[in-house]
């Protein structure tokens, strides 16, 4: 069983969707989580953090932790063909200073 | 937000030959390390680059395939040695500061091997 799977997509939604991508993990000393955009040709660039369980949101990105569950969430409110990108998933036991390991990534399409 | 650069952004390479990837970042940042990511897999890491020692390599990556460098607080360079085409992928470096939550990418190096 991989340490951290995510939903393999793609997934192609209507501009205005609300979006929710996912990933579960499976070691319980993962305490860092983080959501990664990836536009082609770039590299991933962090979208939101969260620290142990529970919610937060930034602007129309929220994720949530549940770590009762080993499961984490982005949902994207109003999508945007702007947010047509590859979403990475990825955790670590003790912060930024360490190993983070991550979900395969997800590709969404946002159709105008 | 700092701005982190990598070099070359793309090469083409023959096999048995070696290549070195900079990474330089604009301002002193704590930690360095360099990711792997291959066609349809997750990102990997290679090795964490400790300034003015030997890095710290995971399982299954070597220093006599992949040495690191990283002679101050602001510079790394990964070289991929006596490449195959299993080399061909994308290599990214990333970077932490003290009390940051998270890492931060630069736009990484596609490497492909003839």
């Known amino acids: 069983q991989k340490e951290v799977e995510q939903d393999p997509g793609p997934l192609s939604v209507p501009e205005g969707a609300i979006v929710s991508l996912n990933c579960t993990y499976s070691?319980?000393?993962?305490?860092?989580f983080m959501w990664y955009r990836q536009y082609s040709r770039k590299g991933p660039e962090l979208l939101m953090y969260?620290?142990?369980?529970g919610n937060k949101e930034d602007g129309r990105f929220t994720a949530q932790v549940d770590k009762s569950s080993k499961y984490i969430s982005l949902f994207i409110r109003d999508s945007q063909p702007s947010d047509s990108a590859t979403y990475l998933c990825?955790?670590?036991?003790?912060?930024?200073?360490?190993?983070?390991?991550f979900g395969k990534g997800i590709t969404l399409s946002v159709r105008p | 937000s700092a701005v982190i650069s990598q070099k070359p952004s793309r090469d083409i390479c023959q096999r048995g030959t070696s290549l070195t990837i900079q990474c330089q970042v604009d301002?002193?940042?704590?930690?360095m390390f360099w990711y792997r990511q291959q066609p349809g897999q997750s990102l990997t890491l290679i090795a964490t680059?400790?300034?003015?020692?030997?890095?710290?390599?995971e399982s299954g990556f070597v220093i006599d395939k992949f040495p690191i460098s990283r002679p101050n607080l602001t510079f790394s360079t990964l070289t991929v040695s006596n490449m195959s085409p299993e080399d061909s992928s994308i290599y990214l470096c990333?970077?932490?500061?003290?009390?940051?939550?998270?890492?931060?990418f630069g736009d990484g190096t596609r490497l492909s091997i003839l």
């Open positions: 990825a955790m670590s036991a003790t912060g930024a200073n360490s190993k983070l390991t």
């Open positions: 680059a400790n300034q003015g020692s030997e890095a710290t390599y």
């Open positions: 301002s002193q940042v704590t930690m």
């Open positions: 070691n319980s000393a993962f305490q860092y």
């Open positions: 990333s970077v932490a500061w003290a009390g940051e939550g998270a890492q931060h």
């Open positions: 969260t620290y142990s369980s």
